[in-house]
């Protein structure tokens, strides 16, 4: 009775603690059983109440955000670590609310409120208020009840597909005709909303279901290094999905500039990611170096992935990340993007000019005497740069420049006042519309810029000697869809090369840069001048040999002296300082070819090399009898070796099992302090080996012990980090089974009425009686 009494006193019943009181007063002598029994008489008339005049109010909230349950699996979001509500925007998921009595769609009300950003405003689509309806329909917000069980219902909840990403705050509130309302929010069910490449409404939206599991879905991939001659490739992993990386990714983003009202637009959200992964103007994810000095930090060529790199910045409370160069922006862009939702790749351009006056063409500055102009020679063509596509629709451009956008988080110009690069239609990069934003001149200069060579006079005045029309932008790569090949997407940043469309693009972006007018001399060429590289290039620790060619097109004979400039290079373009010089006098018959080996002897380079190991040749002379000018240069790097990982045993996962690393030095000198940096998605993270001094010529062999963690294809990557000698690592495929074995203990576990809590777990041998 005191149990009732209290029940039903807490709820408002008055009729009913006012009967329990009567009848305690007026038979308060009688034996104990009249009491019962005339009590219950009494309080059955009393609370002849219908249910629906019972205050509502809400028990519990179940997301039903379990990792293989029906929402994470219908919006791909499975792979992402822990138990929390994941859902992309523009896509229906379900929760199911527990009532503390049947809910009455005619009389009762129920709404959900749905909270993102420190001020939610519904004006700004930073407060949602989702009404129930008998119908869903696309592109709103709206939830319906799809499901009732006694007390509990379930709801079907539609989003929109332009909704604003990020963490919401989930409120749930109910309302009954004579008892009030009640509100509920448990602040641990809050949930994650997510760019959508399956939802055709959304702005990111991919066709193509192999290109998403790509650009979306793929937590590795392959970054393109070197020269278009020797092009190097290394593994990347991106770990978008491991445990801590949405919330690492989520805080790059609250940490920018952008309003929460503004990260529903994916235009918006990748320039300022673009932005806040360098540290140069707003204390972001990683801070560049290119000197070559990386003490107080980790050598760019020495990172295997993002994951330590964003975890050590969301740990650390946005403390920029030591050090970064292009590769290392691109890879942490990617997996920033993708972990949002945005489909994105990292693209490498061999051959790629820095343009630093926005006149659209790389400007080549000579003297009198055609000794290089080092003052005026402020644009410089890199070895290779690596930055990123992105891929969405863009309204704010004309009909026909969505797909791929170009975006480049590497600081190396300001864009509106901070150092950040794109999105730029990849579509008017090839045809030249520069005049679309975001800083397409920019990057159409990296691409498709003419290459003109300039002679000062006597009267001081510059002239235009020479033009190479086919010096930048040289077998564009990304990794290709569904495999570790390198593929070649040339064509879509530009036409061929020489080809009339090329031109005509050439020629309408440089209209809207600084030298307009730059093609309106032609010029008679009949001499040609390249070099060639035999095989895969020269070595590091050996000579290098290089092979210049000349052809004379004419009827007549040709003169000329070469003047030959070797210098080492960051491949960035700057030229660090001259290893050689040399002179060659050429004479060419009519209508002949002319070629001869050139080398550059160990010696002459050994004590110079810096990051990369990157030289450049420079060579230029005059045609005696035509005045042609005749001018080239040519990168090329000295190729490392490559870490050999052998796996030994079978991969099993909770396993341990062991993979050899070995390492020959190349060079005929004594390597000082070299340290290993192993690491692999679902294998283990990233681990530091010391291997110490490794002597000339000589090889070591490291042996280390991990445990799968995941089933299925895993890669183990390691690079090799050492003052004297980068860009040198290895990756070794590791196979776990998916599923059980034979023989193996798997564990069990038996769930009550498919609710959400374990009661019995063991280890259960498997056997062939088993299955």
């Known amino acids: 009775l005191s149990w009732v009494f209290r029940r039903y006193a807490a709820a408002g019943h008055a009729r009913a603690a006012c009967t329990i009181q009567l009848s305690r007063t007026k038979w308060g002598n009688r034996p104990p059983m009249i009491i019962a029994l005339t009590f219950s008489i009494s309080l059955s008339l009393s609370l002849s109440l219908s249910v629906s005049e019972l205050m509502l109010s809400v028990h519990s909230v179940d997301l039903l955000s379990s990792k293989m349950g029906q929402n994470r699996m219908e919006h791909h979001t499975d792979h992402y670590h822990g138990n929390a ?7 229906t998921f379900q929760i199911e609310l527990d009532l503390s009595r049947p809910f009455n769609s005619n009389t009762d009300k129920l709404h959900l409120d749905l909270r993102t950003g ?12 989702i009404q129930l309806v ?4 696309d592109d709103r917000w709206e939830a319906k009840i799809v499901e009732r069980n006694g007390n509990r219902i379930k709801l079907s909840v539609n989003s929109h597909a332009k909704a604003v990403i990020g963490k919401y705050k989930l409120t749930v509130t109910v309302e009954s005709p ?9 602040p641990r069910k809050d949930i994650v909303m997510l760019f959508n490449p399956w939802c055709e409404d959304d702005t990111v939206y991919m066709d193509d279901e192999e290109e998403k599991k790509e650009y979306v879905l793929n937590d590795t991939g392959r970054l393109y290094y070197g020269t278009e001659k020797q092009i190097g490739d290394r593994t990347w992993n991106y770990g978008q999905f491991l445990e801590g990386m949405l919330e690492a990714c989520l805080y790059v983003l609250e940490k920018s500039e952008i309003p929460p009202p503004g990260r529903g637009d994916p235009v918006n959200v990748v320039r300022v990611i673009s932005a806040m992964i360098n540290s140069q103007d707003d204390n972001g994810v990683l801070a560049g170096n290119w000197s070559g000095n990386y003490v107080g930090g980790v050598s760019p060529t020495a990172w295997n992935g993002s994951v330590e790199i964003l975890k050590k910045y969301h740990k650390e409370g946005g403390l920029p990340v030591k050090y970064g160069q292009c590769w290392v922006f691109s890879g942490v862009t990617t997996t920033v993007l993708r972990c949002l939702g945005i489909p994105c790749r990292s693209v490498t351009n061999f051959q790629s000019a820095h343009d630093t006056d926005v006149s659209l063409t790389t400007d080549m500055y000579f003297d009198e005497k055609m000794e290089p102009f080092d003052e005026l020679n402020t644009d410089s063509v890199w070895n290779f740069h690596v930055w990123n596509d992105c891929w969405m629709a863009r309204p704010d451009l004309p009909p026909g420049n969505g797909g791929w956008q170009a975006l480049d988080a590497t600081p190396q110009e300001t864009s509106q006042g901070t150092f950040r690069c794109g999105p730029a239609s990849v579509t008017a990069i090839r045809t030249g519309q520069v005049y679309l934003k975001y800083d397409t001149p920019f990057i159409f200069a990296e691409v498709n810029s003419d290459k003109i060579y300039w002679q000062r006079n006597l009267d001081g005045i510059f002239t235009q000697i020479q033009c190479e029309k086919k010096a930048v932008g040289h077998c564009i790569s990304t ?45 008679a060429e009949d001499v040609s001048l390249e070099v060639k590289l035999e095989g895969e290039g020269p070595r590091m620790g050996a000579d290098a040999q290089l092979t210049i060619v000349m052809t004379n097109f004419s009827s007549q004979t040709r003169k000329t002296t070469l003047h030959i400039q070797v210098a080492v290079m960051y491949y960035t373009g700057v030229l660090k300082g001259t290893v050689k010089k040399d002179k060659m006098p050429v004479a060419l018959k009519p209508n002949e070819g002319y070629s001869v080996t050139w080398v550059l002897p160990y010696h002459s380079y050994q004590d110079q090399l810096v990051d990369q190991a990157a030289l450049m040749l420079t060579l230029s002379g005059r045609v005696s009898e035509t005045q042609q000018v005749l001018a080239t240069q040519t990168s090329f790097r000295l190729r490392t070796p490559d870490l050999s990982i052998e796996a030994v045993g079978e991969a099993v ?7 050899k690393i070995t390492f020959t030095n190349p060079l005929p000198r004594t390597l000082k302090g070299v340290v290993l940096r192993v690491e692999g998605l679902g294998l283990q993270e ?12 000589s090889t070591v062999t490291r ?14 990557v390691a690079a090799l980090d050492c003052k004297q000698l980068t860009q040198v690592h290895g990756v070794a495929d590791i196979v776990s089974p998916v599923g059980p074995r034979l023989g193996a203990s798997v564990p069990l576990a038996v769930w009550y009425q498919n609710k959400h809590s374990i009661i019995w777990e063991a280890d259960w041998p498997l056997s062939d009686t088993a299955w």
């Open 85 to 91: 509500l994941i859902i992309r925007r523009g896509q």
């Open 118 to 129: 420190p001020l939610p405003m519904v004006s700004k689509n930073t407060h949602v208020i």
């Open 134 to 137: 008998e119908e869903l329909e």
């Open 178 to 186: 004579k008892g009030g309302s009640a509100t509920t929010r448990d």
């Open 479 to 523: 990794k290709a869809v569904g495999s570790d090949k390198r593929n070649d997407i040339t064509h879509l940043y530009k036409h061929t090369e020489g080809s009339e469309e090329e031109r005509i693009a050439v020629e309408t972006a440089s209209r809207y840069g600084t030298k307009p007018d730059v093609y309106s001399t032609s010029m």
């Open 653 to 659: 996962v909770g396993k341990k099992m062991t993979a």
């Open 686 to 697: 990233v681990k530091e080996v010391v291997v110490g001094d490794v002597g000339s010529h």
């Open 703 to 716: 042996t280390e012990h991990f445990i799968p963690t995941q089933a299925g294809h895993r890669k183990l």
